[in-house]
C-alpha cells in the first residue's frame, strides 16, 4: 500500500517530470496555426476589454495565457485596420492577420510572447493532473490514482498540446472539474454545492463551447440519479427537486458567464459589436437562434445582460456552425470539405499509445469480468444497483464517453486528435477501475503475480513509447499507422504538421547559406519576417496550371528552381484523391513527386530542384 508520505512525493514528481518535458520539447517548436489568433485576442481581451477578435472560442484560455504579457511592456495595434477590422479581409481570417501584426510587425519579440504565453497553459495542463489524481484517489485509493496520473503525464496527446495556447486542454479540464461537482451535487443537493455545480458549469464554458454537450449529459444522469434515490415523496418529486434545484446550478452559471463577458466587451462599441455579429453569422444563413442574438447585439437598454449574452450565444452558434460545415481535410489520401465518421475512430486508434489499447482491453475484462461475479442478483439488479448505483461515477463516465465519441463521429469537424482529449481523463479512470476488478478476480497468487508484471510492463512500454516520441509530441502516430515517420500518410493538419518545425527550416537555410527559398507553409509563423528577401511565396496551383499549359518549371509560376520547401499540410492537400463532390482544385503536387525531398523535423520537405 502506498503511504501519504510516499505517494505525494511521487505525485509531484511525475507532475514536475511532465512540465520539464513540455518545456523542453516546446523550446523547438514554432507558432501553431491557432496560436496565432489565440495569443493576440487574451492579450486584447486584457487590455482592451474588448472582445471583437475570436468570439468563437470562449475567452478565459486566452486571457490566463496572456497574463505573464503585461509585464512585456509590448506594443498592441489598436490603430490599425486589422483591429478596426476595415481591412476587406474575410471576417474569419482578420484575426491572423491581427496576430501577424501584432507579433511580427509591431516591435515585439515574437519569441518572446510565444513562450511567455505558452508557460501558463502547462499549468493549466498540470492543474488537470492534480485534478485527475485528486478524484480517482478519491474513487479508488492512492496506487490507482498514481497509476491515471502516470498515463496522463506520458500521454503524447496531451504533452503535445499542454503547452499550446490553445482551448483543448482546458476544454478536458473544465469539463472533468464540472462533471466532479455535478456529481457531488447530486449525491448532497446542499446550497454549497449547488453553487460550487454551477460555478465549475462556469468555468467548463469559459473554457470551451464544447462544454454544451455537458447540458443534456447533467440532463441525463440527474434524471437517472433521482429515479434511483427516489424520496419518500415518489418519484415525480424527486425529480422535480432535483429538476429545480439543477435549474438554480444553470442560473448560478448563467450569471458568472455573463458576468465575465461583460468585463470582456465593456470597451467594445455596440454598434461594432452588431455589425461583427452579423458578419460572423449570415454565412450559415440566419437561423431564428442567430437572429435572436443579432437582437440581444442591438439591445443598448438592456446592455449589461443582453450584450454579453449576445456575445456568449455568438460564440457557440459560430462553433456550431463550424462544427456543421467543417474544413478541407485530408485522410488516409482522400480529401474533402466535411467529413468521415470513422475519422475519430481510426484517429484514436493511430494516436492513443499501443500501450494504452492493450491497458484499456484488460481494463474492459476487469469490468465484464466483475458484471459476470455479480450474474447471480439478475440483469436488472447487475445494471442498477451494482453497477449504476454503486458505481455512479463510472457510469457517468462510460455515458459521457460514448455520448462524446458519437458526437464527434456524426460532425463534420475532422481536424485532430486534439478534440478527443476531454475524454481521456475518464477513459484513464475507467481503465484504472477495471484494471483493478481484474485483479481482484484473480485468486491464484501464481497467476495475479503474472498478471500484475503484464501490467506494469504495458506501463513501461507506455512510458517508453513516450520518451521516444520526446521532443516530436505533436506528430506522434504509433506503430499501427508505421509509427511517427510515416504518420502524415493517415492525416495532418493538428495530428502533425501545426507549424511547428519552421524554426528547423530557418536552421537548414542558415546553415546551407542558401539564397532563395520557394516556400508553401503552414503554421503561425510569418516567413517573410524570418527570411526577409529570401523567401518566396510557392503558388503551387499557378505552377500546375503553368504546366499543364506546356511551360517548364523553369518559368512556371514566375520560375521555380532551386530551392523548394513545403509544409506536408499543404503537400497532402495537392496530392490528395478528391471525394465525389468535393469542387476545389486538387492534384497540383504531382509535379513535385519526382524529386527527393530532405526532411526537416516531420512536418516539412525541402527539395533542391536542378
Excluded: C
Aim: hydrophobic residues 50%.
Amino acid at each position: 500500500m502506498l503511504t501519504e508520505r510516499l505517494v505525494f512525493p511521487l505525485v509531484g514528481t511525475l507532475l514536475v517530470l511532465m512540465a520539464v518535458l513540455m518545456v523542453l520539447s516546446m523550446r523547438g517548436d514554432a507558432l501553431t496555426f491557432d496560436e496565432l489568433a489565440h495569443i493576440p485576442a487574451g492579450y486584447s481581451y486584457l487590455t482592451q476589454q474588448d472582445y471583437r477578435v475570436n468570439p468563437e472560442h470562449p475567452p478565459l484560455a486566452k486571457d490566463i495565457a496572456a497574463l505573464p504579457l503585461l509585464f512585456l511592456g509590448l506594443d498592441f495595434p489598436a490603430h490599425s485596420q486589422n483591429w478596426l477590422q476595415d481591412s476587406g479581409a474575410p471576417p474569419w481570417w482578420v484575426q491572423f492577420d491581427l496576430g501577424n501584426e501584432f507579433l511580427y510587425k509591431s516591435g515585439n519579440n515574437p519569441l518572446s510572447i510565444i513562450f511567455w504565453s505558452r508557460l501558463p497553459m502547462i499549468l493549466l495542463t498540470l492543474a488537470l493532473g492534480a485534478f485527475l489524481f485528486f478524484w480517482t484517489r478519491k474513487l479508488l485509493g492512492n496506487g490507482a490514482a498514481l497509476a491515471a496520473l502516470l498515463l496522463f503525464a506520458f500521454s503524447p496527446s496531451f504533452l503535445a498540446h499542454g503547452r499550446l495556447v490553445t482551448t483543448d486542454v482546458a476544454a478536458a479540464l473544465g469539463i472533468l472539474v464540472a462533471a466532479y461537482f455535478w456529481i457531488e451535487f447530486l449525491k448532497q443537493p446542499t446550497k454549497a454545492t449547488i453553487a460550487k455545480a454551477g460555478a465549475a458549469f462556469a468555468f467548463a464554458f469559459l473554457l470551451k463551447f464544447g462544454a454544451v454537450l455537458l447540458i443534456p449529459f447533467f440532463a441525463l444522469i440527474t434524471i437517472v440519479y433521482a429515479l434511483l434515490h427516489k424520496e419518500s415523496s415518489g418519484h415525480v418529486r424527486t425529480l422535480g427537486k432535483y429538476a429545480g434545484l439543477s435549474v438554480l446550478a444553470g442560473i448560478v452559471a448563467l450569471v458568472l458567464i455573463i458576468s465575465v463577458y461583460q468585463l470582456h466587451i465593456l470597451n467594445y462599441p455596440a454598434e461594432r459589436q452588431l455589425r461583427d455579429t452579423i458578419a460572423d453569422l449570415q454565412p450559415g444563413g440566419v437561423t431564428a437562434y442567430e437572429q435572436a442574438v443579432i437582437w440581444m447585439a442591438d439591445a443598448p437598454a438592456g446592455g449589461l445582460i443582453l450584450r454579453p449574452f449576445a456575445q456568449f450565444g455568438r460564440g457557440i452558434l459560430m462553433a456550431t456552425q463550424r462544427g456543421q460545415f467543417g474544413n478541407t481535410v485530408f485522410f488516409q489520401g482522400e480529401i474533402k470539405a466535411g467529413g468521415w465518421w470513422y475519422y475519430f475512430p481510426l484517429i484514436y486508434l493511430y494516436k492513443a499509445p499501443l500501450a494504452f489499447h492493450v491497458l484499456t482491453l484488460l481494463g474492459i475484462l476487469g469490468i465484464v469480468w466483475s458484471f459476470q461475479k455479480q450474474w447471480y442478483r439478475g440483469l436488472k439488479d447487475v445494471l442498477v444497483t451494482w453497477w449504476i448505483k454503486k458505481h455512479f461515477a463510472f457510469f457517468a463516465f462510460a455515458v459521457f464517453t460514448a455520448g462524446y465519441f458519437l458526437v464527434a463521429m456524426l460532425g463534420n469537424l475532422n481536424i485532430g486528435m486534439r478534440h478527443l482529449l476531454p475524454l481521456f481523463p475518464m477513459l484513464y479512470i475507467l481503465t484504472i477501475w477495471g484494471l483493478k476488478e481484474l485483479l481482484s478476480h484473480i485468486q491464484n497468487n501464481r497467476a495475479k503475480r503474472i498478471a500484475i508484471s503484464a501490467i506494469v510492463g504495458l506501463f513501461l512500454w507506455y512510458i517508453g513509447s513516450s520518451l521516444m516520441a520526446f521532443p516530436h509530441y505533436i506528430p506522434y502516430y504509433n506503430a499501427l499507422a508505421g509509427g511517427t515517420q510515416n504518420g502524415y500518410q493517415i492525416a495532418v493538419d493538428s495530428n502533425y504538421d501545426w507549424g511547428q518545425d519552421f524554426y528547423k527550416l530557418l536552421a537548414f537555410v542558415e546553415a546551407n547559406n542558401i539564397q532563395k527559398l520557394h516556400l508553401d507553409y503552414f503554421g503561425g509563423e510569418d516567413p517573410a519576417y524570418w527570411l526577409r528577401e529570401k523567401y518566396v511565396r510557392l503558388d503551387s496551383r499557378k505552377v500546375s496550371e503553368d504546366l499543364s499549359r506546356g511551360l517548364a518549371l523553369s518559368e512556371a509560376g514566375g520560375g521555380v528552381e532551386g530551392w523548394v520547401a513545403v509544409s506536408l499540410n499543404q503537400l497532402q492537400g495537392g496530392l490528395g484523391q478528391p471525394i465525389a463532390g468535393f469542387d476545389q482544385p486538387t492534384g497540383y503536387y504531382t509535379w513535385l513527386q519526382e524529386y527527393a525531398p530532405t526532411r526537416l523535423g516531420n512536418s516539412i520537405f525541402i527539395y533542391n530542384i536542378r
